[in-house]
Structure formats: C-alpha cells, structure tokens
C-alpha cells in the first residue's frame, strides 16, 4: 500500500544554512504529495503541496519537487531563519480524505 | 476567524476516569479526524468522520470513541482510559475531497497516571 518514509532527526543547522529533508514515497499512481509543519505548541499547518508528477511546490521560501522517476519530494530551503526551527512532517493521501504521514523531522535553527 | 478548537489544551487524569476531549470547526467541513502524536511514531490516525452520523476506525481505535452529532463538532471519548493514551491528541478538518487540506487543532496533551 502507500506509505511515506521520512529522513530522521533531529536536524541542527545555523541561521542562514541550507536545508533538505528527505522524504520518499510509495504509492499507486501519482498522488498529490504535501508537507506540513508543526511550530512549537501549534497544531500541522499545511506548508506546500504538488498535485501532479514535476510539480513543484513552494511557500516561505521553501520548495519540494515531485519527482516520480526517484519517487521522492525532498523539502528545501536556501537560507534558514530561526522562525523555521519547527517539526516537519510528508504526507501522501490515501483512501477518502485521510493521510499517511511520515514520523517527522525536528528541525532547530540556531542563530 | 477560520478555526478549529479543542479543549482542554491540557489534561491529567487517572486510570479509569471517563473523559471527552472536544472538538469543534467553523469551516463547515465535512470531513473531521483525530490523530495522536507520539515520539518516533509520528502522526497516527484514531478515527474519522466523512459527516454527521457518518464515523469510521482509523489506525489505532481501541480504546477511544467518537461521535459526529453535528458537523461542526467530533467529540474524543475515553471510557476507561489507560497510561499507554498518554499522548499528544490532534483534531482536524477538511472539506471532502482527497487534496484539500486539513486543518488541525492546537492539540491536547493528555497524561493518565
């Protein structure tokens, strides 16, 4: 069945560093492919999404590629604030509206 | 303000003592969830409701009960809850459809001693 796997943390990294975390996928078809973040003591919010194969999501200054030959969509930031340290979670649809999302990725920023 | 809110965003409680957390949106969303969230696991879904009258079990129902008697609220009930739902509960909505996006609550952090 459809499954996400995401890359373990925690991820340190000083303010203005690049950043990627990995997430790949497995799934029937094309699905949609989203990122949510969580910041500290907030519920998910969604951060970007891509509903076809080579879209490319952004929002914030972040940006994930769908990439169906590799079947990944790795999440990446040029230039990271402080304001990002957050929890980062991959999500991948499955039946009706329901998700499965990856286990997360903690991500601090220190100035 | 598009929300959706949970309450209590805290709660101790001792093994056995019957307790709902409540959930309620403004969005008119058909589509409502809980999840917990615990270390290592990530988010894993405990049921859902696709509308009123409507509930089924997600990943990880034993244990818990719901209720979708209006559209606007989807209430979490423990009978008889037990230290291992220690957690960390999310609520969230969605219009129908598989894309759209969820929106979750603040989340409540509950502890059974």
Same mark, same amino acid.
């Given at each position: 069945?459809?499954?996400?796997?995401?890359?373990?943390?925690?991820v340190t990294?000083s303010e203005e560093a690049?950043?990627?975390?990995?997430?790949?996928?497995?799934?029937?078809?094309?699905?949609?492919?989203?990122?949510?973040?969580?910041?500290?003591?907030?519920?998910?919010?969604?951060?970007?999404?891509?509903?076809?194969?080579?879209?490319?999501?952004?929002?914030k200054?972040?940006?994930?590629?769908?990439?169906?030959?590799?079947?990944?969509?790795?999440?990446?930031?040029?230039?990271?604030?402080?304001?990002?340290?957050?929890?980062?979670?991959?999500?991948?649809?499955?039946?009706?509206?329901?998700?499965?999302?990856?286990?997360?990725?903690?991500?601090?920023v220190?100035? | 303000e598009?929300?959706?809110?949970q309450n209590?965003?805290?709660?101790?409680?001792?093994?056995?003592?019957?307790?709902?957390?409540?959930?309620?949106?403004?969005?008119?969303?058909e589509?409502?969830?809980?999840?917990?969230?615990?270390?290592?696991?990530?988010?894993r879904?405990?049921?859902?409701?696709?509308? !009123?009258?409507?509930?089924?079990?997600?990943?990880?129902?034993?244990?818990y009960? !719901?209720?979708?008697k209006?559209?606007?609220?989807?209430?979490?009930?423990?009978?008889?809850?037990?230290?291992?739902?220690?957690?960390?509960?999310?609520?969230?909505?969605?219009?129908?459809?598989?894309?759209?996006?969820?929106?979750?609550?603040?989340?409540?952090?509950?502890? !059974?001693?």
């Amino acid at each position: 069945g459809n499954s996400v796997t995401q890359m373990e943390g925690p991820v340190t990294l000083s303010e203005e560093a690049f950043l990627t975390i990995n997430c790949t996928y497995t799934a029937t078809g094309y699905p949609s492919l989203f990122w949510y973040v969580q910041y500290p003591g907030e519920g998910l919010q969604l951060l970007l999404k891509a509903t076809k194969a080579d879209d490319k999501g952004s929002n914030k200054g972040f940006e994930a590629t769908y990439r169906k030959e590799t079947t990944s969509f790795h999440l990446e930031k040029g230039s990271v604030q402080v304001s990002d340290s957050a929890v980062y979670f991959c999500a991948l649809p499955r039946t009706g509206n329901q998700f499965y999302f990856g286990t997360g990725t903690s991500l601090t920023v220190i100035p | 303000e598009a929300q959706v809110t949970q309450n209590p965003r805290y709660l101790i409680t001792v093994t056995g003592k019957k307790l709902t957390v409540t959930c309620s949106q403004n969005m008119n969303h058909e589509y409502m969830s809980w999840y917990r969230q615990d270390p290592g696991l990530g988010l894993r879904q405990i049921y859902y409701s696709m509308n !009123v009258e409507v509930t089924d079990k997600g990943d990880v129902p034993e244990g818990y009960k !719901v209720s979708r008697k209006e559209k606007r609220n989807f209430p979490l009930i423990l009978e008889s809850p037990s230290p291992n739902q220690t957690s960390l509960y999310f609520c969230a909505s969605s219009l129908a459809g598989v894309v759209n996006e969820q929106f979750f609550g603040p989340g409540t952090r509950l502890t !059974v001693l």
